[in-house]
């Protein structure tokens, strides 16, 4: 059974730092190419950063480029986010997702095939 399990949300202030973390069970997920997006009611889920199976490629949605970091251990079976300078607009529900057996970036959710349950991340002003 796929498990993905997503950690480190929280309640934070304009201009703070959060790591997600995504650890990862009943896959080979060195095979796996990783994603983080996020969604906030009403909105569909949004593109945020991506990862190749090796982490010798990532993606970045433009929102959040020069702020977040998407990187991943394999030997940890864990994907993260890092999240620096928050802004409120960031305020969204974060979910991981596995694109099984792949050895590219994929930025579309529809490509994904497993997903976890999301993390909540408020930014407050």
């Known amino acids: 059974q796929v498990q993905l399990v997503e950690s480190g949300g929280g309640l934070v202030q304009v201009g703070a730092s959060l790591r997600l973390s995504c650890s990862v069970s009943?896959?080979?997920?060195?095979?796996?190419?990783m994603g983080w997006f996020r969604q906030v009611p009403g909105k569909e889920r949004e593109f945020v950063a991506a990862i190749n199976r090796s982490g010798s490629t990532t993606d970045v949605a433009d929102s959040v480029k020069d702020r977040f970091t998407i990187s991943r251990d394999n030997d940890k079976n864990t994907v993260y986010l890092q999240m620096n300078s928050l802004r409120p607009e960031d305020t969204a529900v974060y979910f991981c997702?596995?694109?099984?057996?792949?050895?590219?970036?994929?930025?579309?959710?529809?490509?994904?095939?497993?997903w976890g349950q999301g993390t909540q991340v408020t930014v407050s002003s």
């Open positions: 997702a596995a694109k099984r057996d792949t050895f590219y970036v994929h930025t579309l959710s529809s490509d994904y095939d497993f």
């Open positions: 009943g896959r080979t997920f060195s095979r796996d190419g």
